[in-house]
């Protein structure tokens, strides 16, 4: 349990530990509780009730697996809660206040006869002579004191107390009605039921010149769509006509005029808040009116439900799901998920919670949620509350006030306080949703039926999945699911593998084998897995029984049982794991794989060869070669060779996984956005009609689209972590802009989202037509030193410049922003990247000094086997065959400046490179040179590109030694063929084409090298890296650890800072993550899990040293552990990096014995069905009990040293 004291930071914990079997139930004394209340001195207000944060862990005893639940317990003095609802919250004399009293326990369970059997008190006061009135949350004084001849201020006259009582209802629900005198000008009711009470207090605020009022009586119960509304005006002076307004998401939607009594009936347009306006001219010229806001019932027209044939079923079989609507030709959207992964309240899901909160955000500053009118009651104010504004010539009254310089009213501060309290603790929390796996999420169209019935084969998890839905259809509109539907898979007897995706080579795996029994007789299970030669199994007393991976196991009912079988497996690549767990009654059966990965760290080779051959037809032949380096892992080599009849083809193949990196942020998104459109556009270009292709670039960019949304703050800029950002960037919001606006052919983009954004960019223009960064930019070569601005200034620009009717739009901010790159050209642009982005933008722009600008830039390049090159300083970058992405994204911009200037002979040879540089994915080195490559190349190859094609190719290792072939033609020219071959040391392949036509060769080669260790603080000299990487594990617990690492940019490389950085933190096999994760911070801005690893976005690693503690549990049974791998690089420049292992010296050593218990007996194989040996306490398998008071002095000394 955590208490939560809401006042002073105090937070106070309670812990407890239990066994649990089903249900337990845990006490806490409530009296104690107070009691250490008042000790602490806290400040309590009477009657208020306090919430307890209870936060349940159960961990499953023979898997290991943890829930987590948390509940809000409220602690109260009282038994009994009086509120008051419903009532007018300003003051109009001579006219009636009513309001409703609702009564319930504690708790809020139902009032019992004995309850109900009491009576509620009521006493009111009326007041005259006010002195102060409300402005927001300021009092105010609304008119002079008056004083009497001693110079004193008269007091309030306080008129004498109306005493009341009521019966309780059933429902505690107490409707009650007082008429207000003429001179009242203070409302004061207190209302008492046993213990407890409650006091309102209600004030005048407005005094009319002709003290002529109206007010609107509010229903009690919320209106419905289609049910009558009526609404009684009540007056001081004869109302024979009023006129009424009703407003909803900033639209009038109603208006009219009628009698006193007024019925007035909900359409769907109210929903899902009105507010209602009634107002009438006084004879004397003066408006009188009243506005009340109503949320509406059934806001939503459609809707759609969801059943299962079945409530419960067993794995793999059939089951349907059938969804039912209001309107043939219906589309419907279905996810169903995993319930143990299905937390409520996400972002992602569409609830009648999140449209309601849209639709109240459409237009109305109204829409707070709180549904209450201003404290103000003249009339201004009150047509200002629905956010009208009036034009008119009658006397429309807006009453002037002044600070007070004196407030009796100190109770109304104290009541106030009390109730926004109340307001705040009743906000639940809200929390993320996280579903590693779906089942279905998929779309569907009803036809010319209400009802669709989907079959499925039931998956083979024991769990329970639920569905939930949303529907659209023409004339009903939206409709979401109320109650999401429920699958329980489920069998009475079952097995399940506790695995890890992948262990290293030398590693020892023990086979995790839990059983369950639900049956209601015990069982003898005899639990095989099945022999492979890709792994032999350990036997702990060196003496192999006769039956190998036969185990035997007595399985109570209603309970489980653990098995643990050691294995070391004997090869490279997956193995398969396949368990048969047998009784006299029952059985099952599991089959799955365990991946086992060479040590080292990973490293990849790519070299292609763009072959031409002549339209008539010719043959050609060129050589290819690679020698594998001397620290390669033994066993890890691998090589494919790929061939491909389309420049852009590699690509088009990769879409779904063009680089091998991290896509968490907002800028990263962007590779599962961008490169689809370019790949859209060569093909309408190109008329190549490809449906397959296209499908899937759509959907890969509605993926990417809607995450994208996701980093868009509130004023409409994109920033790399959304709202958790300081400031919206303006390079990256221009980044955004400009893909979408070229996606909008493909994909509907929302114009709402377009024109923020365009809008928040505009205002980030100077004066001189330069544009402002407020936010972190992240892109270290868009700084660009002095011409930084210029950078910028040109990337926005060719954002700007994309859409016709954008530029349009701010042709104003356009201009200055071409005047200013066409003054700094003139004036001198030293930065080689700065000028192709200037180049590129004039050339979009149509600029006169386009040209001057190429020539500038061309002027500046070197040329290398006849293409020209620019380069960047290399201080600090690893060794690679790939260039730098910047020195990609310069060719890039020239590359597209030589196609809007029309000068495709000039940029043919660029083409050529630049489609050599890929990467075996299709991609390049980080997000932005993958994304304006293949642009460049999209753009450029259909102008040039000839699909007349017949070629053969084929890759020798020597004359007589074919390991490949391939044959493209028209048919199959987007086909990436591709073939494995032998690693041999040094490779050196002969590739032949005949034929004619244009292919792309590619030879792909991967491999493991070992790495320095970790541990060195310093770098050896002439090593390369541009950091320093170093750290400590500390593993003295077998069940947990934690790793400590520290970074810093290496001095001396002109660099005082990266643009953001991903830390990937590989773990030794067998750990993950702990629960409690890893603190984000200014530095460390997102954390994110995959298997075996932990990536951490840092927003930038500087020369000053920093730091992180990485807190791990045990999750699989691992021995002979081998080193992990940390990896730290700068995400726009990958070969900005450092890479060192780890490893834990005692576990590296550790045999298999120390996980199976006393004398190994539980990885034994048992001949008997022994009870003892067979079930086991596994109660701490994933228990954390770190000792810190050993650590902590290592920790300082590790200070010490790290500050050397």
Same mark, same amino acid.
């Given at each position: 349990m955590?208490?939560?004291?809401?006042?002073?930071?105090?937070?106070?914990?309670?812990?407890?530990?239990?066994?649990?079997?089903g249900?337990?139930? /845990?006490?806490?004394?409530?009296?104690?509780?107070?009691?250490?209340?008042?000790?602490?001195?806290?400040?309590?207000?009477?009657?208020?009730?306090?919430?307890?944060?209870?936060?349940?862990?159960?961990?499953?005893?023979?898997?290991?697996i943890?829930?987590?639940?948390?509940?809000?317990?409220?602690?109260?003095?009282? +038994?009994?809660?009086?509120?008051?609802?419903?009532?007018?919250?300003l003051?109009?004399?001579?006219?009636?206040?009513?309001?409703?009293?609702?009564?319930?326990?504690?708790?809020?369970?139902?009032?019992?006869?004995?309850?109900?059997?009491?009576?509620?008190k009521?006493?009111?006061?009326? =007041?005259?002579?006010?002195?102060?009135?409300?402005?927001?949350?300021?009092?105010i004084?609304?008119?002079?004191?008056?004083?009497?001849s001693s110079?004193?201020?008269?007091?309030?006259?306080?008129?004498?107390?109306?005493?009341?009582?009521?019966?309780?209802?059933?429902?505690?629900?107490?409707?009650f009605?007082?008429?207000?005198?003429?001179?009242?000008?203070?409302?004061?009711?207190?209302a008492s039921?046993?213990?407890?009470?409650?006091?309102l207090?209600?004030?005048?605020?407005y005094?009319?010149?002709?003290?002529s009022?109206?007010?609107i009586?509010k229903?009690?119960?919320?209106?419905?769509v289609?049910?009558?509304?009526?609404?009684?005006?009540?007056?001081?002076?004869?109302?024979?006509?009023?006129?009424?307004?009703?407003?909803?998401?900033g639209?009038?939607?109603?208006?009219?005029?009628?009698?006193?009594?007024?019925?007035?009936?909900?359409?769907?347009?109210?929903?899902?808040?009105?507010?209602?306006?009634?107002? &009438?001219?006084?004879?004397s010229?003066?408006?009188?009116?009243?506005?009340?806001?109503?949320p509406?019932?059934?806001?939503?027209?459609?809707?759609?439900s969801?059943?299962?044939?079945?409530?419960?079923?067993?794995?793999?079989?059939d089951?349907?799901l059938?969804?039912?609507?209001?309107?043939?030709?219906?589309?419907?959207?279905?996810?169903?998920?995993?319930?143990?992964?299905?937390?409520? *309240?996400?972002?992602?899901?569409?609830?009648?919670?999140?449209?309601?909160?849209?639709?109240?955000?459409?237009?109305?500053?109204? @829409?707070?949620?709180?549904?209450?009118?201003p404290?103000?009651?003249?009339?201004?104010?009150?047509?200002?509350? &629905?956010?009208?504004?009036?034009?008119?010539?009658?006397?429309?009254?807006?009453a002037?006030?002044?600070?007070?310089?004196?407030?009796?009213?100190?109770?109304?501060?104290?009541?106030?306080?009390?109730?926004?309290?109340?307001?705040?603790?009743?906000?639940?929390?809200?929390?993320?949703?996280?579903?590693?796996?779906?089942w279905?999420w998929?779309?569907?169209?009803?036809?010319?039926?209400?009802?669709?019935?989907?079959a499925?084969?039931?998956?083979?998890?024991?769990?329970?999945?639920?569905?939930?839905?949303?529907?659209?259809?023409?004339?009903?509109?939206?409709?979401i699911?109320?109650?999401?539907?429920e699958?329980t898979?489920?069998?009475?007897?079952?097995?399940?593998?506790?695995?890890?995706?992948?262990? %290293?080579?030398?590693?020892?795996?023990?086979?995790?084998?839990?059983?369950?029994?639900?049956?209601?007789?015990?069982?003898?299970?005899?639990v095989?897995?099945?022999?492979?030669?890709?792994?032999?199994?350990?036997?702990?007393?060196?003496?192999?029984?006769s039956?190998?991976?036969?185990?035997?196991?007595?399985?109570?009912?209603e309970s489980g049982?653990?098995?643990?079988?050691?294995? !070391?497996?004997?090869?490279l690549?997956?193995i398969?794991?396949?368990?048969?767990?047998?009784?006299?009654?029952?059985?099952?059966?599991?089959?799955?794989?365990?991946?086992?990965?060479?040590?080292g760290?990973?490293?990849?080779?790519?070299?292609? /060869?763009?072959?031409?051959?002549?339209?008539?037809g010719?043959?050609?032949?060129?050589?290819?070669?690679?020698?594998?380096?001397?620290?390669?892992?033994?066993?890890?080599?691998?090589?494919?060779?790929m061939?491909?009849?389309?420049?852009?083809?590699?690509?088009?193949?990769?879409?779904?996984?063009?680089?091998?990196?991290?896509?968490?942020?907002?800028?990263?998104?962007?590779?599962?956005?961008?490169?689809?459109?370019?790949?859209? =556009?060569y093909?309408? #270009?190109?008329? =190549?009609?490809?449906?397959?292709?296209?499908?899937?670039?759509?959907?890969?960019?509605?993926?990417?689209?809607?995450?994208?949304?996701?980093?868009?703050?509130?004023?409409?800029?994109?920033?790399?972590?959304?709202?958790?950002?300081?400031?919206g960037s303006?390079?990256?919001? #221009?980044?955004?802009?400009?893909?979408?606006?070229? @996606?909008?052919?493909?994909?509907?983009?929302?114009?709402?989202?377009? $024109?923020?954004?365009?809008a928040?960019?505009?205002?980030?223009?100077?004066?001189?037509?330069?544009?402002?960064?407020?936010?972190r930019?992240?892109?270290?070569e868009?700084?660009g030193?002095?011409?930084g601005?210029v950078?910028?200034?040109?990337?926005?620009?060719?954002?700007l410049?994309?859409? @016709?009717?954008?530029?349009?739009?701010?042709?104003?901010?356009?201009?200055a922003?071409?005047?200013?790159?066409?003054t $700094?050209?003139?004036?001198?642009?030293?930065?080689?990247?700065? /000028?192709?982005?200037?180049?590129?933008?004039?050339?979009?722009?149509?600029?006169s000094?386009?040209?001057? #600008?190429?020539?500038?830039?061309?002027?500046?390049?070197?040329? !290398?086997?006849?293409?020209?090159?620019?380069?960047?300083?290399?201080?600090?970058?690893?060794?690679s065959?790939?260039?730098?992405?910047?020195?990609?994204?310069?060719?890039?911009?020239?590359?597209?400046?030589?196609?809007?200037?029309?000068?495709?002979?000039?940029?043919?040879?660029l083409?050529?490179?630049l489609? =050599?540089?890929?990467?075996? +994915?299709?991609?390049f080195?980080?997000?932005?040179?993958?994304?304006?490559?293949?642009?460049?190349?999209?753009?450029?190859?259909?102008?040039?590109?000839?699909?007349?094609?017949?070629?053969?190719i084929r890759?020798?290792?020597?004359?007589?030694?074919t390991?490949?072939?391939?044959?493209?033609?028209?048919?199959?020219?987007?086909?990436?063929?591709?073939?494995?071959?032998?690693?041999?040391?040094?490779?050196?392949?002969?590739?032949?084409?005949?034929?004619?036509?244009?292919?792309?060769?590619q030879?792909?080669?991967?491999?493991?090298?070992?790495?320095?260790?970790? !541990?060195? +603080?310093?770098?050896?000299?002439?090593?390369?890296? #541009?950091?320093?990487?170093?750290?400590?594990?500390?593993?003295?617990?077998?069940?947990?650890? $934690?790793?400590?690492?520290?970074?810093?940019l290496?001095?001396?490389?002109?660099?005082?800072?990266?643009?953001?950085?991903?830390?990937?933190?590989g773990?030794?096999?067998?750990?993950?993550?702990s629960p409690?994760?890893?603190?984000?911070?200014?530095?460390?801005?997102?954390?994110?899990?995959?298997? *075996?690893k932990? %990536?951490?976005?840092?927003?930038?690693?500087?020369?000053?040293?920093?730091?992180?503690?990485?807190?791990?549990?045990?999750?699989?049974?691992?021995?002979?552990?081998?080193?992990?791998?940390?990896?730290?690089?700068d995400?726009?420049?990958?070969?900005?990096?450092?890479? !060192?292992?780890?490893?834990?010296?005692?576990?590296s050593?550790?045999?298999?014995?120390?996980?199976?218990?006393?004398?190994?007996?539980?990885?034994?194989?048992?001949?008997d069905?022994?009870?003892?040996? @067979?079930?086991?306490?596994?109660?701490? +398998?994933?228990?954390?009990?770190?000792?810190?008071?050993?650590?902590?002095?290592?920790?300082?000394?590790l200070?010490?040293?790290?500050?050397?």
């Amino acid at each position: 349990m955590t208490f939560i004291y809401r006042f002073h930071g105090t937070v106070e914990f309670y812990y407890e530990d239990r066994e649990i079997n089903g249900t337990e139930r /845990l006490t806490f004394d409530a009296p104690d509780y107070f009691q250490m209340r008042n000790d602490s001195k806290m400040m309590y207000y009477e009657g208020n009730a306090e919430d307890v944060t209870v936060v349940a862990h159960v961990t499953e005893h023979l898997t290991g697996i943890t829930y987590n639940s948390t509940a809000k317990v409220r602690f109260s003095k009282t +038994r009994y809660k009086v509120s008051f609802e419903e009532y007018h919250k300003l003051l109009r004399p001579s006219l009636t206040f009513s309001a409703r009293l609702k009564i319930s326990t504690y708790n809020n369970r139902p009032l019992s006869l004995e309850d109900r059997q009491k009576f509620v008190k009521v006493s009111v006061i009326q =007041q005259e002579q006010r002195f102060w009135a409300w402005i927001g949350d300021m009092v105010i004084d609304t008119e002079p004191e008056k004083s009497d001849s001693s110079g004193t201020s008269e007091s309030p006259k306080e008129m004498l107390p109306k005493e009341m009582k009521f019966p309780v209802p059933a429902d505690g629900l107490i409707p009650f009605s007082i008429e207000i005198m003429s001179e009242t000008d203070m409302l004061s009711i207190d209302a008492s039921f046993e213990d407890s009470h409650s006091n309102l207090y209600i004030q005048r605020s407005y005094t009319s010149p002709s003290e002529s009022y109206l007010q609107i009586q509010k229903p009690f119960t919320p209106p419905e769509v289609g049910s009558p509304l009526l609404l009684h005006i009540e007056s001081n002076f004869p109302l024979n006509e009023v006129h009424y307004l009703v407003k909803s998401r900033g639209q009038v939607i109603s208006a009219g005029k009628g009698s006193a009594d007024l019925t007035l009936v909900p359409e769907v347009s109210w929903a899902p808040l009105a507010c209602i306006i009634v107002y &009438c001219v006084h004879p004397s010229g003066e408006i009188v009116n009243d506005a009340i806001q109503l949320p509406i019932r059934q806001f939503l027209q459609n809707q759609v439900s969801l059943s299962w044939s079945s409530a419960v079923k067993s794995p793999a079989e059939d089951v349907t799901l059938k969804v039912n609507v209001l309107e043939p030709n219906s589309v419907v959207g279905i996810l169903v998920v995993d319930k143990a992964t299905h937390w409520a *309240g996400s972002d992602n899901d569409i609830t009648q919670e999140t449209v309601m909160k849209q639709m109240k955000e459409f237009g109305d500053s109204m @829409a707070d949620g709180n549904n209450e009118m201003p404290k103000m009651g003249d009339p201004h104010s009150v047509f200002k509350s &629905c956010d009208l504004v009036v034009f008119t010539d009658a006397s429309l009254k807006a009453a002037m006030y002044q600070i007070m310089h004196d407030f009796p009213g100190e109770m109304m501060f104290f009541a106030t306080a009390t109730e926004d309290l109340r307001a705040e603790q009743q906000k639940e929390q809200r929390v993320r949703w996280y579903f590693p796996e779906t089942w279905i999420w998929i779309d569907t169209n009803t036809s010319n039926s209400n009802t669709k019935e989907i079959a499925l084969t039931v998956p083979d998890s024991i769990t329970t999945w639920t569905a939930t839905a949303f529907v659209m259809s023409e004339n009903l509109g939206l409709g979401i699911v109320e109650q999401p539907a429920e699958l329980t898979v489920f069998q009475d007897f079952f097995l399940s593998l506790n695995l890890p995706a992948f262990i %290293i080579r030398g590693e020892e795996l023990l086979l995790e084998i839990i059983l369950f029994n639900y049956l209601q007789q015990d069982q003898k299970v005899t639990v095989t897995v099945a022999q492979s030669e890709t792994f032999e199994f350990i036997f702990p007393d060196n003496e192999q029984p006769s039956t190998p991976g036969v185990h035997r196991v007595f399985v109570k009912s209603e309970s489980g049982a653990t098995v643990l079988v050691p294995i !070391r497996p004997l090869v490279l690549g997956e193995i398969p794991i396949s368990v048969k767990a047998k009784s006299d009654a029952v059985s099952d059966f599991v089959h799955t794989t365990v991946l086992v990965k060479a040590e080292g760290l990973e490293q990849s080779f790519s070299t292609s /060869l763009l072959l031409e051959l002549s339209p008539s037809g010719m043959s050609l032949s060129r050589n290819v070669t690679f020698t594998f380096p001397p620290d390669v892992v033994e066993g890890s080599e691998r090589a494919s060779v790929m061939a491909v009849g389309d420049i852009l083809g590699p690509s088009i193949s990769g879409l779904d996984s063009l680089i091998q990196m991290p896509y968490g942020c907002g800028e990263q998104n962007m590779i599962n956005f961008a490169p689809n459109i370019y790949v859209l =556009q060569y093909l309408s #270009a190109t008329g =190549q009609d490809d449906q397959k292709t296209t499908d899937q670039a759509i959907n890969y960019m509605m993926q990417g689209y809607e995450r994208e949304l996701t980093f868009q703050r509130a004023d409409g800029s994109f920033s790399a972590f959304g709202d958790q950002d300081s400031s919206g960037s303006t390079w990256l919001s #221009a980044f955004v802009l400009r893909c979408f606006l070229q @996606a909008r052919p493909f994909i509907s983009i929302d114009s709402n989202v377009l $024109h923020s954004v365009a809008a928040w960019i505009a205002i980030q223009q100077r004066h001189d037509g330069s544009f402002l960064e407020p936010g972190r930019v992240i892109h270290t070569e868009l700084q660009g030193g002095l011409d930084g601005p210029v950078s910028l200034t040109a990337y926005v620009l060719i954002a700007l410049l994309e859409d @016709a009717s954008v530029r349009a739009q701010y042709e104003t901010k356009v201009s200055a922003a071409l005047m200013y790159l066409e003054t $700094h050209l003139a004036l001198g642009v030293s930065s080689n990247y700065s /000028l192709s982005l200037l180049t590129y933008a004039l050339a979009l722009a149509g600029s006169s000094k386009a040209q001057s #600008a190429l020539n500038n830039l061309t002027g500046r390049a070197e040329i !290398r086997d006849g293409v020209p090159m620019w380069f960047s300083l290399d201080d600090g970058l690893s060794s690679s065959w790939q260039p730098r992405s910047s020195d990609i994204e310069m060719v890039s911009y020239v590359l597209l400046s030589h196609y809007k200037l029309n000068l495709i002979p000039e940029g043919l040879n660029l083409m050529k490179w630049l489609s =050599q540089q890929r990467n075996h +994915r299709g991609g390049f080195g980080s997000t932005q040179d993958t994304v304006v490559a293949l642009q460049a190349l999209s753009m450029f190859a259909a102008r040039i590109g000839s699909y007349d094609i017949d070629v053969t190719i084929r890759v020798n290792i020597d004359p007589s030694t074919t390991v490949a072939s391939f044959r493209i033609n028209h048919e199959n020219y987007l086909l990436h063929q591709s073939q494995q071959i032998t690693p041999e040391e040094s490779l050196i392949l002969q590739v032949t084409a005949e034929g004619r036509g244009l292919a792309l060769f590619q030879l792909n080669v991967f491999y493991n090298v070992r790495n320095n260790e970790m !541990r060195r +603080r310093r770098r050896e000299a002439g090593e390369q890296g #541009a950091f320093e990487l170093y750290g400590e594990l500390f593993d003295s617990e077998v069940n947990t650890a $934690h790793l400590y690492i520290c970074t810093r940019l290496v001095y001396g490389l002109g660099l005082s800072a990266t643009g953001m950085a991903i830390m990937e933190v590989g773990l030794l096999s067998g750990f993950s993550l702990s629960p409690d994760g890893i603190e984000t911070n200014s530095v460390v801005k997102k954390v994110e899990t995959q298997p *075996g690893k932990v %990536i951490l976005y840092l927003d930038s690693v500087t020369t000053r040293e920093m730091c992180v503690q990485i807190p791990l549990i045990i999750e699989y049974k691992v021995a002979k552990v081998q080193e992990a791998t940390v990896v730290i690089y700068d995400y726009y420049e990958p070969r900005r990096r450092m890479a !060192r292992t780890y490893t834990s010296w005692w576990r590296s050593s550790m045999s298999s014995c120390l996980l199976c218990g006393e004398s190994c007996s539980q990885c034994k194989p048992n001949g008997d069905f022994s009870l003892d040996e @067979a079930v086991f306490d596994t109660s701490n +398998r994933n228990s954390v009990h770190f000792n810190w008071s050993g650590f902590l002095p290592i920790l300082l000394l590790l200070f010490v040293i790290f500050d050397l």
